[in-house]
Each structure stands twice: as structure tokens, then as C-alpha cells.
């Protein structure tokens, strides 16, 4: 049962645990008990239990309050087609050319528009406030799917702030005419230019001509790199080697990453080593990671061998910022998903090792909420400060084991100041989508 939140005037969120790392101690793996006072949709003040003194107060009996979440990587344009395009195999080649074949049949713009509202309502109601997409950029599809997220992020504006990154292949990338052609229309949309690349000879080339369209239209990077468990994967150190040489002072963001995590140690440090001299942020996708790698069903079915997420807690060690994210949501790259920020930190604890050491814990909330805030430069910054939004996810949960047993489907999501209503949306209004109806 979700909690009862005033719907007008001041009110007091007592006794609730908040991890320390929010509240602007970053290292801190600690909770703090505080008294939370909301005023006019904005926290007024945090203080020590019984320090606020209005008549209205929620008392959380010591249970956890995270801030609103950011999801840094996801994609909406894809999201719940499983129904009509299955992954015939599980493997990262049977998701893209599933796509590829449904992009081409399906993707026109209603059929985008209406699975973009339906995953970004979903988003809501488990208590995002900001989000970033990658969009499929093939021509013309560049074209519709950028039209249709302008009018989503006009439309959602308020309720969860919107960012997308033009998603290229490398074949686009080489292209000169087609690499201007996504950029110009991903700057004009106000976006990021992103793209994907692993295991490829000409990794150099695409990299160096990736940032110098970056900087010459003075636009962000965030690139899909390595998403393969091939050691010999080396787009994310030749994306770092680019931006060093270059001098490029915009933001970048490698995702996946996850051939870091299958090289040799010495491989690993070096690359580590550049990508923190380059800059760069990287965000780490463990449920999508941990589905599609090492997944080989050649010789019949296997049982994986490694769980796919890349050198995390390695990559923070050496000064580099770090984020988790969903990645795709019911689509062939990941049969599951609901864009649901708490599911992808639960996870990322069991798959990621964030429990331990057990005193460092919460320092770890801050992947899906203030971190990928900073890394993407959200107007929304996922910290639990005065002066913020009061946009909060109420948990019925005093501790890190008690927070993570369970899913939290009760939980109370709040935005600057009042519930909002948590229902999902039934899957149901899409059927006519999917052939179902």
C-alpha cells in the first residue's frame, strides 16, 4: 500500500533514512536519518529527526527515500515490439537484424509515438525523472523518429526531461555525406551524436571522424563501444585516443563497454587509464549486458560463462564517472524491462557487486540518479538538496537487504510535492500494434 501524501500545503517526510552520498557527501556509504520539510513542490529543508515541527508530518518509521531516477541509457524507439519481433536466437546478431526487420515493416510515425508514450508512462509511474534514448538513425528513419521525439519531449515536459542521441552504425560513420546528413539533423533536433562499434578494423578512422563532426558542430558523444565479448574489441580505447589527439572538449559517454571486462589485466589498466585522462564517462547496462553476452547456442544450448557488464568498480576507482541504466525494454536486445529506475539499481547490485564492502553500499545510489544527472547535464540533478524539486520514491525498507529483497511494487512516487498515480499502463493498448487485436 503506497503512502498518503498531503495534497496541498507544507508538510514533514520524518524519520527517514537517506543514503549520505545524496545529501552531498558523494563517497558516503551511509544512511542518515532526517526530518525532509516540503514546501510549495521543493525540499525546504533536511535536518535531524524531530528538527521540523509543522503539523503535517509522514512518519517512515526509519524506511529509505531515494530521489527520482535518471536513466542514462535506454531506447525508446525500440521499446515493446517482442510482441510482433522476437530475438530468434538470444544473441546480440539475432536482436539487430530482428529490428532491422521490424524498423523497416512497422516504424512508421504513430507506431513510434505510441510506443514511446507507453514505455515513457511506465518510466513515471516507477519514479524517472530524466531520461536519455538512443534513436536509430538509417535514413529516412532519422527523419521520422527525430520529429516524433521532439513532439514527446515538448509533450512530457514537466514530468520527465528528455534527451536522445542519433545511434549510427559504422558503415553511416564512414560515409561522409550520411555522418553530416544524422548530425545536422541531430544537432537541429538538439541531441547528442552517438553510434556503435566493436570489433572493426577501420575503429581508428570512425572514432576520428566521429569527434571531428562532434566538435565542428559543437555537439555531445555517447557511443555504444564494445558491446561484445571479444578481448580484441577496442572501440572504447580508440574513442579515448581521438579525444585526447583532438583536444575535444564536449562531454562523451561510452556505453557497454563490456570487452573491457574480457581482456587482460595489463589491457584493461591501460585502456582504464585513458578513458580517465580522455574524460569520459562510461554507463554500464547490467541486465541487457548480462541477457545478450556470452550467449553461443552453436553447438546447442550453454549455460553463460560470464555476466557481460564491464569493469565497473574499477573504472570509478580510477576517478572515472560511472552511471547503470535499463538499456532496451521488451524488445529483441531484452525480452524484459519496464524503464524502471529502482529494478536497474537492484540488479545492478546483485550482478555488480555493489553490496560489498557492506559500509560502502549507498554510495552506490548515486549510479541511477545524481551521477548520470551530472554525466548527461540534466536540468534535473537526482540530489537530495534544499532548494531541489521535491521529486522523491518513498521505499518500505530500513535497510540495504530489506530495500533490495524485494521488487518495491508499493512504493510511493512523489513529484515536486504530490503522489503521483503509480499504475502501469496495460499492455493491452498495444496489441492493435502488435497483430494482437
Known amino acids: 500500500m503506497t503512502i498518503s501524501i498531503p495534497a496541498h500545503g507544507h508538510y514533514v517526510i520524518a524519520n527517514a533514512s537517506v543514503p549520505v552520498s545524496l545529501l552531498g557527501d558523494a563517497a558516503s556509504g551511509d544512511l542518515a536519518k532526517v526530518d525532509m520539510t516540503i514546501a510549495d513542490g521543493k525540499i525546504a529543508s533536511v535536518g ?19 530521489p527520482a531516477f535518471v536513466d542514462l541509457h ?15 536466437d538470444g544473441t546480440w546478431l539475432g536482436a539487430l537484424m530482428a529490428v532491422l526487420g521490424d524498423r523497416e515493416a512497422n516504424w512508421a510515425a504513430s507506431d513510434v509515438e505510441r510506443r514511446m508514450d507507453f514505455s515513457l508512462r511506465c518510466a513515471f509511474a516507477h ?31 514537466g514530468r520527465i526531461e528528455l534527451q536522445a542521441a542519433g545511434l549510427m552504425g559504422p558503415d553511416t560513420i564512414l560515409d561522409a555525406e550520411k555522418l553530416r546528413s544524422v548530425a545536422v539533423r541531430t544537432k537541429a533536433a538538439g541531441g547528442i551524436l552517438g553510434g556503435s562499434t566493436a570489433v572493426h578494423p577501420e575503429n581508428p578512422e570512425i572514432m576520428r571522424r566521429l569527434v571531428e563532426m562532434a566538435g565542428e558542430l559543437g555537439l555531445d558523444i555517447d557511443l555504444h563501444t564494445d558491446e561484445s565479448p571479444d578481448p580484441a574489441a577496442n572501440a572504447l580505447e580508440c574513442l579515448a585516443d581521438a579525444v585526447i589527439e583532438s583536444g575535444f572538449t564536449g562531454a562523451v559517454t561510452a556505453g557497454h563497454c563490456c570487452s573491457l571486462a574480457v581482456q587482460d589485466s595489463e589491457t584493461a589498466k591501460r585502456v582504464i587509464d585513458k578513458v580517465a585522462r ?17 550467449r553461443d547456442n552453436s553447438a546447442g544450448v550453454r549455460t553463460p560463462r560470464w555476466r557481460g557488464v564491464t569493469l565497473v ?36 547490485a546483485r550482478i555488480l557487486h555493489f553490496d ?7 554510495a552506490w545510489a548515486r549510479v541511477v540518479s545524481a551521477d548520470p544527472a551530472a554525466i548527461a547535464g540534466f536540468g534535473y540533478t537526482g540530489e537530495l538538496a534544499v532548494g531541489a524539486p521535491a521529486d522523491l520514491v518513498l521505499f518500505k525498507g530500513r535497510t540495504w537487504t530489506e530495500l533490495m529483497s524485494r521488487p518495491q511494487a508499493d512504493r510511493t512516487v512523489i513529484r515536486v510535492g504530490q503522489a503521483v498515480d503509480t499504475a502501469l499502463p496495460d499492455y493491452r493498448e498495444l496489441d492493435d500494434l502488435m497483430g494482437l487485436s
Not at 538509417?138 to 521520422?144: E, F, L, S, V, Y
Request: one cysteine or more; proline letters at 6%.
Open 278 to 294: 580522455a574524460g569520459i564517462a562510461v554507463v554500464s547496462l547490467p541486465m541487457c549486458n548480462m541477457y545478450l553476452q556470452d
Open 48 to 66: 535531524a529527526p524531530g528538527s521540523a515541527t509543522l503539523p503535517q508530518q509522514i512518519d517512515m518509521r526509519g524506511d529509505i527515500v531515494l
Open 127 to 157: 519514479g524517472t525523472a530524466a531520461i536519455r534514448t538512443h534513436l536509430d538513425m538509417a535514413p529516412p528513419q532519422h527523419d521520422i523518429t527525430w520529429s516524433v521525439f521532439e513532439a514527446m519531449r515538448e509533450r512530457w515536459a
Open 313 to 348: 568498480n574499477e573504472l570509478k576507482a580510477a576517478g572515472v564517472k560511472v552511471a547503470i541504466a535499463s538499456d532496451n525494454t521488451r524488445d529483441p536486445f531484452y525480452a524484459y524491462g519496464d524503464l524502471d529506475g529502482f529494478e536497474v539499481f537492484r540488479e545492478g
Open 74 to 88: 535506454t531506447h525508446l524507439d525500440k521499446g515493446h515490439i517482442w510482441a510482433r519481433k522476437q530475438n530468434p
Open 356 to 362: 560489498h564492502p557492506q559500509a560502502e553500499a549507498f
